[in-house]
Structure formats: structure tokens, C-alpha cells
């Protein structure tokens, strides 16, 4: 198994449907032990059950540098150390640049680029007791193209911080042996956007897409175990489009 004995991370993984929790499974079966990281409580006790023993979940907001201090900490004690940290939570808005108020700013860029930053910051310390280990971050197609269906200039504006992010972490983290990547996901058919993506919509996107479809969680959460494990030893700093073929560059 790929990550036999590993501790790994994953936030925003109460969704049943969700990247986080499609990446948690498949964790989970390659032999990781998780700690399962959200703010939907009920979300997180579904995702304990369907797990089972040996895995564990948290509440915690990633936009509060100071929970994802505790947390980590919380964590590392009661695993006996950290090896992964995939950072997945996110938040989508498709809101027009002239209708962005303050707070919905805030929100956008606090969860998805605040939220990966605090994470990191936290974990690093972990991380480098351990000799190393892998940090990966869910981004999106959006931080290359300027948005798309439902993110905008706040949203595309985060997911491109992420990947700078990415970057700049496998940069300074390579003496360590941490290596730091992230991945620009494409449209994936989930409930992300909180049924927002009608039927309609999906086929439209689709449509657009060379390979005629749109992305499952699962698939996604291969490129994270890929990149969280030693089939990925040489890679760190880099961008991994999984869009289908929808941003060929």
C-alpha cells in the first residue's frame, strides 16, 4: 500500500461527495490514518462511521490561524506525529465584481488561500519532525483562466494564490525533504456549489470539455495520493491540471 503507517491531514472532508472525503477513503484504503478536518459537524461524524476505527475528525474553521495551531497540534499528539497534509477546504462564490462586498471577499479568500496558508504553517513544524512528508493543495482551473461557470474575481484571485503558495512552499521546504504541490482541478460533479450546478449547467460544461465529461471526486483524490506519496519523490513545487483536457497550455 502507497501510504502504509502514514498520518495524513485532509480538511474540508465532511462532504459525502466532496474532494476531501473521495480523498480520505482513498487514503485510507492505501493504509494512511486520517484526521478528517471540517466545520460541518454532522458532515464529520458521517465520515468517522464510514471510515471506522483508527481514523479520527475535528471541527476546525482553516480561516482561524489560531484552531488550525490547536488542531495541529491536537493531531499530532494523538497520532504520535504527521506525515501528509492535503489541504482541500474551499469556498465558491459567482458573484460580480461590482456585487463583491467586504465580507464575501473576505470569506472567499480567508477559506481557500488564508485556509492552505494556515494549514501549512501549522503542519510544518510536524512535518519536519518526522524527516519530512508531503503537503498537497486542491486548487483550481479557475486560477489559471480567470473563473469559470460560478467562480469569479475573488475566487480565481484565491485558487491562483494557491498555486503561488504551492510553489513557493516546495521552494523553501526542499532542504526538509517536505515537498509541496498543488492541483488545478477542472469541473468536477459534486455538490461543491451547493446545487448551484443544475443539470442544465453540467451538460453545457461538459460539452466544452475534450474528454466530454466532467471530473469525479475520485479522480481528483488519485492526483492527491500520487502526489502525497513516494511515486511522486521528485515532484514538489509543481501544478497538476486534472480538468479533462479542458485547459490545454
Known sequence: MLLEGKIAIVTGAATEQGIGRATARLFAAEGARLAMLDIDETGLAEAAAELGDGHRTYRCDVADDNACQAVTRQIAADFGGIDILVNNAGLVYG?????????EYDAVLDVNLRGNFN????????????????????????GQSGGGVFGRAHYAAAKAGIMGLAKALGRELAPDNIRANAIAAGSVD????????????????????????????????????????????????????????????
Open 119 to 142: 494549514m501549512a504553517q501549522a503542519a510544518v513544524p510536524f512535518l519536519r519532525q518526522r524527516g519530512g512528508g508531503a503537503i498537497v493543495c486542491v486548487s483550481s482551473i479557475a
Open 95 to 103: 458573484t460580480p465584481i461590482l456585487e463583491i462586498t467586504r465580507d
Open 190 to 249: 459534486n455538490n461543491f456549489t451547493k446545487g448551484r450546478m443544475t443539470p442544465e449547467i453540467k451538460a453545457k460544461v461538459a460539452a466544452n470539455v475534450p474528454m466530454g465529461r466532467l471530473g469525479r471526486p475520485d479522480e481528483i483524490a488519485s492526483v492527491c495520493l500520487f502526489l502525497a506519496s513516494d511515486l511522486a519523490s521528485y515532484v514538489t513545487g509543481s501544478v497538476i491540471d486534472a480538468n479533462g483536457g479542458l485547459l490545454i497550455h
